[in-house]
Every structure is written in structure tokens, then in C-alpha cells.
């Protein structure tokens, strides 16, 4: 990630905590809520990671996806099944002759590469999970604050209707008492 993407992230980050801290303390402040609003918080974090990978960490990260999947599982199967059949075919002038030697040392070889790369490229996943857990928490919170602001003006609504309806019902009322004695009036 660049070193200007960096301090606008990091400003942003400072921002929402900041607009956070006074959402949190007077949920009455439309400034601030338009602020919240105005920054936007989610990212596609995978685009940014994945960017600044070197060569290695992408070979890396291929080497580990192929090496998790069936299709190696099969070749890595019908490769040792091979090597297998043909020295004991072979007996006598077989390159690796029945204890299969060279086959576990070979066999020792791939384990000792492919579990560094398994684990450089698990730790970049993890990485990758960080940072998308922190800008999920960051989306929740900005939806929590916005939610409950929400909540306490729609509280405001329904107070403010109810005060309507009350003026309402007591209008009706004091219509049909005055259409009432109005009446009376004219039929004495």
C-alpha cells in the first residue's frame, strides 16, 4: 500500500473515531451524524493486500493453492504409484530399489519446501482476515451509531404523532360538543 493511501486510510480511521466518540455522547448532533455519513467506511481489503505482494509471496500463495487441491493430491498419488511399480518391475536394474529410498527422500524434500510456503502464504491469509475483521468492525459500528440515531428520531416521530392525534381526538371532541349544543339551540 502506498505511503499516501496509508496516511488517507489512517486520517479516516482518525476521523470516524473521533465523529465516534461525539456520535457516542450526543446522539443530537446532526453535524457529526452527516460527518459519520459522509465518510465511507468499508473497503475492498483483499485489492489492496494483494497489490503490494512481492513475486515470492505470489508464487508463494500459488504454490500453496495448488498443493491444496485435488488435482495435486492425484498427480502426487499416480507419480509415487508410478515410481512405485516401475523399480519393482525394474528389481534388479531399478533405480531405487525396493525400500524406495531415493522415493522418501525425495518424499522429505517436498515436505521441508511446501511447508514454509503453506505457512508464508496462511499468514498472509491471516493478514488478509485482519484487516477485513477490523473494517467490518469499523462498518457495524458506523451502523450502529447510525441505526441507533435512527431509532431515537423515529421515537421522536411517534411522539410528535401521538401529540397530533391527541390535538385531533380533542378538536373532534370539542366539535361535536359544540355541533351538539348548537343543536339544542335550534330545536328550543
Known sequence: MSQEKRREKLSKRQIMKEVLVKVDQDLDDEEVLHALLDQSVSANTDEGATKSY?????????????????????????VLVAWMVLNAVLAAGAFDPYPFILLNLVLS???AIQAPLIMMSQNRQEEKDRLRSENDYEVNL??????????????EILKGQ??????????????QVGAASAGCKKTE
Open 142 to 155: 458506523k451502523s450502529e451509531f447510525v441505526l441507533r440515531d435512527l431509532h431515537v428520531k423515529m421515537d
Open 54 to 78: 512481492t513475486r515470492g509471496q505470489r508464487a508463494a500463495d500459488n504454490i500453496a493453492r495448488f498443493a491444496g487441491s485435488w488435482t495435486f493430491v492425484s498427480i502426487f498419488i499416480a
Open 109 to 111: 524434500c517436498v515436505a
Open 162 to 175: 401521538k401529540k397530533i392525534v391527541a390535538r385531533l381526538d380533542a378538536l373532534e371532541g370539542g366539535e
